[in-house]
């Protein structure tokens, strides 16, 4: 680790210290130069920091505190791919302000990938989690790995149907890796470490606080080719997101709703507003991002009820009742076959015992 | 002068004799009770001094001493008034103490001598014909229930001038009948009749396979999607009670005070509801005499907890080790009682604080962390022992205006009673009735599964991300729907269906 890097992850280590602080302080020194040993004796630092800063950081001068630091984020297996490191995604450094160091956990090839954001409302309606669904899954069966921000909803539901498919997924967390938000992931989280990646800017020990969250989002959009948002209300953050991509100059998918509903009220807008890409099907990502699409989707032999089902359930979400009414099979029976449907992939359940066409 | 009168106590559901010994000093009137007597005991005096007056005899103007041996337990209860008041007249030497012998007499006088029933009488005869004691006096109001034991005397009295007469031999008094089970059945008419609910088929599905192997069950839904009805109808399909689950029953509540004196045994499986506003004392049993809680009056029955999350966290997990022992230990400081308590837990909730959580009529306005906290009120443990859940979903207009009748209960009845034929068969050999209850040893012979279904829940559980809990879960409910459709072996279909049921091991919401 070259003494650049122990800056950086120093610097890391103050709540307080924003981006563009931390900025101005590295621009101070030059290059190869421990911060730490003439942090004092500079005289330009006291135009950028406070006295209760300085004194605060003053009290972390000493080596072998930041050591201490350091040996601990190793034994918790994070690995720190500074702005230095040849690691570091290509893409993101691309962007108007890359992270000095991205902090991570799991298989950090994933970001050499092509990727694909996928981000959205926290309360997604059934036509949110049917679309996602569908575009996560035909997305990572084409090798593009989908990156996302672990919240509840449309991130939720696009990490995880990538983890069933046997996908790659990324989640970028708005504080620390101590501090897993929110704690209703934690499982998922813990099983993404496995295979998948979770990464933070933010030191691990730096709890998440409402500040972090849209700036998060730029690294979310920065690691990407582009954005897909399945569904947005007029305020959610995920149009922070496309926000950022479209200055990134990456592609913004959106994917078109009602416009009487809440739900589709932002991607409208987006598409509206932002010129983002009507995105009706997965294949239209995929063409823009060169990618041949291959056909390994596998052939279920499904008989005539299964068909007539599949027909029936094709354009809405229908209930169990409805389905029954329309097959006239015996509860029993049905239950069984809609669960075989269900387990092949080709419908999912939907709260409330309905079903829609995956 | 000493009288001795044999009478019976009661702890929890079995009871224990007591004797009554009497003695008449010479000194101050006076009326003293030892041997641990509640208030009801001691106020006893009023009433048999009344009593006796009142039926024309004489009450001695001495000192009185009443001990109720053992001495050291604590007795409670009004039962004791009639042998306190035939020891009294024992002593003023109307009737002898021989003409007692060998009798257990219980009874509640009031002032005008007549004779008040008693709560408890059918654990109390039980007990003491186990005993080997087979003479009884009882009163009048409790002969039905006393009616249900075979092989022993029972003399059930009005007045007390009627019991001495009686001891005198001046007059008989006929023996109460013995009744058999089978005549106490009657033709059952519930109140709530699955033909009157529309559509909800598959909540139907589920409720019988519910109700065939006695599992637990949970319904999902949006408010006035008709739950509560659901629920309501359950017990017309439950099988019928046998003879030893239908005196378990009894006899606890007997003791609650709450058992039918014109039935005299409960023919039909219980339904308790208690309200959400429940307290744990409630639910469990206790309070100061130790009474059975709802949980024990639903034994063989139905517990029904509407509202599931609604009641306190507290309440509810107390449930977990009765769901899991089918019973519950009472201690107080006076005495430690273990009740029976093996229900079939139907609970019902909404998806989510508001209700409307993927609803197709309304729109949900919780946020994603409201509906997590809501459904985390109900822990892991507990829902890990409820082995089906089922979403219900409201109706619609068309269905409801539809005026043909569903398929009634009786029918659905015919085909669980059936399918519970086949577990008493079974498990004839152990103490079980139901495949719910079975034990690791009994899940291994009767659960086992063929290649293709163990590939199947293979893929089940990588797919759905089911947890280890729900294996033993999905296997019994598997087992029972083999058995409601007459198979010896699980087959995939059985399989299949019963994963269906766990839907909130599937990660409810997203």
């Known amino acids: ?149 672990l919240a509840v909803g449309i991130d939720t539901i696009a990490h995880k149907t990538a983890l069933e498919n046997q996908g790659k997924t990324i989640a970028v967390l708005a504080g620390g890796l101590y501090h897993i938000y929110p704690a209703v992931n934690q499982s998922l989280a813990r099983k993404m470490i496995e295979n998948n990646l979770i990464l933070s800017e933010n030191s691990p020990n730096i709890s998440p606080t409402t500040y972090y969250f849209p700036i998060r989002n730029r690294i979310i959009a920065g690691l990407s080719s582009g954005v897909l948002i399945p569904e947005a209300s007029e305020k959610s953050g995920s149009l922070h997101t496309a926000k950022y991509a479209d200055d990134f100059n990456r592609e913004v998918y959106a994917i078109p709703g009602k416009i009487t509903s809440e739900m589709s ?94 | 002068m000493l009288a001795k009168i044999l009478s019976y106590g009661l702890t929890g559901i079995s009871g224990y004799p007591v004797e009554i010994q009497l003695d008449i000093n010479a000194g101050l009137p006076g009326y003293d009770v030892v041997g641990l007597a509640d208030t009801a005991i001691k106020e006893s005096k009023s009433r048999v001094k009344a009593a006796i007056k009142n039926s024309s005899f004489n009450y001695p103007i001495n000192k009185i001493i009443i001990n109720l041996a053992p001495a050291d337990t604590k007795k409670e209860g009004s039962m004791y008034d009639l042998p306190i008041a035939l020891g009294i007249l024992v002593a003023e030497e109307i009737i002898t103490n021989k003409s007692l012998e060998n009798f257990v007499v219980l009874g509640e006088l009031s002032l005008n001598g007549e004779i008040r029933k008693l709560n408890g009488i059918l654990p109390m005869l039980i007990s003491a014909k186990q005993m080997g004691f087979n003479k009884f006096i009882i009163p009048k109001e409790n002969a039905m229930e006393a009616s249900f034991i075979d092989k022993i005397e029972v003399y059930p009295v009005e007045t007390l001038k009627q019991v001495v007469s009686f001891l005198k031999g001046e007059i008989t008094i006929e023996k109460n009948d013995c009744k058999t089970f089978e005549s106490a059945l009657k033709e059952h008419d519930y109140k709530h009749d699955f033909a009157y609910v529309k559509g909800q088929a598959s909540a139907k599905r589920a409720m019988e396979i519910a109700a065939a192997g006695g599992h637990n069950i949970i319904l999902i839904g949006p408010p006035g999607a008709g739950k509560t009805m659901l629920a309501k109808c359950f017990p017309s399909i439950l099988p019928d009670l046998t003879f030893e689950e239908s005196l378990e029953v009894t006899k606890i509540h007997s003791v609650a005070g709450v058992l039918d004196p014109k039935q005299g045994i409960v023919v ?37 907890l509407d509202e599931m999350p609604e009641y306190a966290r507290n309440t509810i997990e107390t449930l977990r080790q009765p769901m899991e022992d089918g019973y519950i230990t009472v201690a107080r ?33 919780c946020t994603a962390t409201a509906i997590h906290n809501y459904l985390s009120k109900i822990s892991g443990p507990l829902l890990d022992r409820i082995d089906l859940h089922i979403e219900v979903d409201s109706i619609n207009y068309e269905d409801l205006s539809h005026y043909e009748l569903e398929e009634p209960s009786s029918e659905i009845k015919k085909r669980v009673n059936r399918a519970r034929d086949i577990q008493l068969q079974r498990f004839k050999d152990s103490k079980i009735y139901s495949n719910a209850k079975m034990n690791e040893k009994e899940f291994k012979k009767y659960c086992a599964l063929d290649k293709d279904c163990t590939d199947l829940l293979e893929i089940a559980f990588k797919r759905f991300n089911l947890t280890a809990r729900a294996y033993n879960r999905i296997l019994k409910v598997a087992r029972t729907i083999a058995d409601l459709d007459g198979k010896e072996n699980i087959e995939r279909k059985h399989l299949m269906e019963a994963i269906q049921y766990r839907t909130l091991d599937k990660k409810y919401t997203v």
């Not at chain 2, 339904?271 to 024990?296: D, M, V, W």
């Not at chain 2, 229900?343 to 309304?362: D, E, H, K, R």
């Open chain 1, 1 to 149: 680790m070259t003494i650049d890097d122990r800056n950086i992850i120093w610097l890391d280590l103050f709540p307080f210290l924003t981006y563009q602080k931390k900025k101005k302080i590295l621009e101070l020194f030059s290059k190869g130069q421990d911060i730490k040993s003439s942090f004092l004796s500079n005289k330009y630092i006291r135009e950028i920091l406070t006295d209760d800063e300085i004194s605060k950081m003053s009290n972390m001068l000493d080596n072998q505190i930041l050591d201490r630091y350091i040996e601990r984020f190793n034994s918790d297996n994070i690995i720190m791919i500074t702005i230095n490191d040849p690691k570091y995604p290509k893409l993101l450094l691309e962007t108007a302000s890359p992270p000095l160091c991205l902090y991570c956990k799991g298989n950090i090839q994933l970001l050499d990938t092509v990727s694909i954001a996928v981000v959205g409302t926290r309360r997604p309606s059934d036509y949110g989690i049917v679309t996602t669904k569908q575009f996560v899954k035909e997305l990572v069966q084409n090798d593009v790995t989908i990156v996302s921000g």
């Open chain 1, 265 to 358: 009220k932002g991607t409208n807008m987006l598409i509206k507003e932002l010129k983002a890409h009507i995105t009706l099907s997965p294949d239209f990502i995929l063409e823009a991002l060169h990618i041949d699409k291959n056909n390994k989707n596998f052939n279920i032999q499904l008989d005539i009820l299964d068909q007539s089902i599949l027909n029936y359930i094709q354009t809405e979400k229908k209930t169990f009742q409805e389905i029954a009414d329309f097959t006239h099979l015996p509860t029993s029976e049905l239950n069984s076959v809609l669960l075989e449907l269900e387990m092949n992939g080709l419908v999912t359940k939907l709260a409330n015992n309905s079903y829609i066409k995956t």
């Open chain 2, 333 to 365: 400081n006076a005495l430690t009682v273990q009740y029976p308590a093996n229900f079939i837990l139907v609970a019902s909730m909404n998806p989510c604080p508001c209700g409307y959580y993927g609803s197709t009529t309304n729109q949900c306005k």
């Open chain 2, 268 to 304: 039909e499986r219980p339904f308790r509801s208690p309200h959400h506003t429940a307290t744990l004392i409630a639910l469990t049993g206790g309070g100061q005499k130790a009474k059975p809680g709802e949980i024990s009056l639903a034994h063989n029955g139905v517990l029904f």
